[in-house]
């Protein structure tokens, strides 16, 4: 069993930054894929970025290449994901996920555990 924290999340204008972090506890963190997805009022939730444990390979969203960066400390049991240039339409509750089999299960939001999500608002 996994426990994932998000925290990180606020209210920057456009063009804004912030950096959202998920811990996790429980299972051995350093060996399980972790994800970000987000959730706008009256949308489908959708995929943002994953890692892979070993590697620490990154698969990103093409809507937020270049912007968003997603890393992690396996000794502190945490993931970041790292939001440059923000937009307005960025607003939503963002999401840390994790999977102990692939990124892949990740990556199309069958992760085995979720977090409860912390608010991003951009304000334009």
Known sequence: QVQLVESGGGSVQAGGSLRLSCVASGRTFSTTFVGWFR?????EREFVAAITWRWQAADYADSVKGRFTISRDNAKNTCYLQLN???????????????AESISKVRVGEADYWGQGTQVTVSS
């Open 39 to 43: 959730q706008a009022p009256g949308k």
């Open 85 to 99: 240039s923000l937009k307005p339409e960025e607003t939503a509750v963002y999401y840390c996920a994790a999977s």
